[in-house]
């Protein structure tokens, strides 16, 4: 039986070691690039009043996506965060659910939503609107345009106040609902077609 004698004689491969500096500047970089695009892509909004109730509450902050109407137009039933026609610069932007869309006609009816003469069926309505609130009207909207409502109806500044919303207007969709944390969640669209 033979045995090899192991070669001590040639040294080991040196492993070689970063500063601990630059991984803590990396690392450092790294975060500040993610917060950088995230703010970007995304703003935070402050629920301030009660027009989207039960599904906001005052005092929640809601995460909106900029980039959703990037690559796609707003669709029925979601929530976006838009400037109010006829706002001043310094005045904050609104939060409602988009109810008609460009080319659509938009009746308000006995406290109901027809679009193209079809009932809108709308399970996230607080209450039935009062005709105090929801007057009887049509309208027609243009092919840049949308009309958007407060799920509260009947305690809501929307476009029954201050007409269509123009697209350049919105500023994006509400995704997430992230304060307070015990009422973390997505926000849930209802893109349910007219019944």
Known sequence: MTTIAANNDKPRPRLSQRSTWIDLIETVLLIVIVYALVNLATIRFFIDGPSM??????????????VHYLFGEPQRGEVVVFNAPGSRPDDPPLIKRLIGLPGETL????????????????????????????SDRIVKLGKNEYFLMGDNRNNSRDSR?????????????????????????????FNSASE
């Open 53 to 66: 109730q039960p599904n906001f509450e005052p005092g929640q902050f809601v995460l909106v996506s900029r």
């Open 107 to 134: 009746e308000l009816r006995d406290g109901q939503v027809y679009i193209d003469n079809a009932l809108l069926d709308e399970p996230y309505v607080r209450e039935p609107c009062t005709q105090a609130r929801c």
């Open 161 to 189: 106040a201050f007409g269509a919303v123009s697209r350049e207007q919105i500023v994006g969709e509400a995704i997430l609902r992230y304060l307070p944390l015990n009422q973390w969640g997505l926000v849930k669209a």
